[in-house]
């Protein structure tokens, strides 16, 4: 099936400090991948989409000069957050959808757990 | 507007027991729906899909799903639920294509499980 990978798993960063989450899909290409965030206890909640080759679109009261994205390959694609603040702190996840899988289908990564100190 | 109501915010049953979650949609158009299940601190594990035909789905762990679309719901069901069931499920949809447009998901329902 189609694996999609997040590193790192778990960061720790100082309040201020910019922090970047990695999303690779391992064995497709990935021509849109999305990120979402989930606060404990919470659902997830779309943050940005990501087309390969194309600035990001960002959700409605999504900072995107706080939270950059880029998708410049088929299989990478990074949020990288500037500036992070406790509030940030929160699980990331990102998922993946493109060519050679089912169209109707995208496969998630494991998420990443990011504490703002 | 899409949106997924999960009425249960925690369900509580007993190992061996059946157990249904419930997920009701509102969607424009033909919706893909999904459940997914989610351990703590881990990411999400599809169960199970709904694109078309069959209204009754199969999914992983013994899981399956109706889609009713007079009822506008996609419960999800297991006849005989074990500790290792524990878990946070959410029910999602999505349009037609999905792998392009993003889901949007429900609540959660967090699934406890007692001997």
């Known amino acids: 099936g189609a694996v999609v990978s997040q590193h790192p798993s778990r960061v720790i960063c100082k309040s201020g400090t910019s922090v970047k989450i990695e999303c690779r899909s391992l064995?497709?290409?990935?021509?849109?991948m999305f990120w979402y965030r989930q606060f404990p206890k919470q659902s997830l909640m779309l943050m940005a989409t990501s087309n390969e080759g194309s600035k990001a679109t960002y959700e409605q009261g999504v900072e995107k000069d706080k939270f950059l994205i880029n998708h410049a390959s088929l299989t990478l694609s990074t949020l990288t957050v500037t500036s992070a603040h406790p509030e940030d702190s929160s699980f990331y996840i990102c998922?993946?959808?493109?060519?050679?899988?089912?169209?109707?289908?995208?496969?998630f990564g494991p998420g990443t757990r990011l504490t703002v100190l | 507007a899409q949106s997924v109501t999960q009425p249960d915010i925690h369900i509580t049953v007993s190992e061996g027991a059946s157990l249904e979650l419930r997920c009701n949609y509102s969607y424009g158009a033909t919706p893909y729906l999904f459940w997914y299940v989610q351990s703590p601190g881990q990411g999400l594990q599809l169960l199970l899909k709904y694109f078309s035909g069959d209204t009754l789905v199969q999914g992983i762990k013994g899981f399956e799903a109706e889609f009713k679309r007079s009822q506008s719901s996609f419960n999800l069901r297991k006849p005989s639920v074990h500790w290792s069931d524990a878990a946070e499920y959410f029910c999602?949809?999505?349009?037609?294509?999905?792998?392009?447009?993003?889901?949007?998901f429900g609540k959660g329902t967090r699934l406890s499980v007692i001997a």
């Open positions: 064995d497709f290409q990935a021509t849109t």
């Open positions: 999602a949809v999505g349009a037609q294509n999905s792998g392009n447009t993003p889901l949007v």
């Open positions: 998922s993946a959808s493109g060519q050679g899988i089912s169209r109707d289908e995208q496969f």
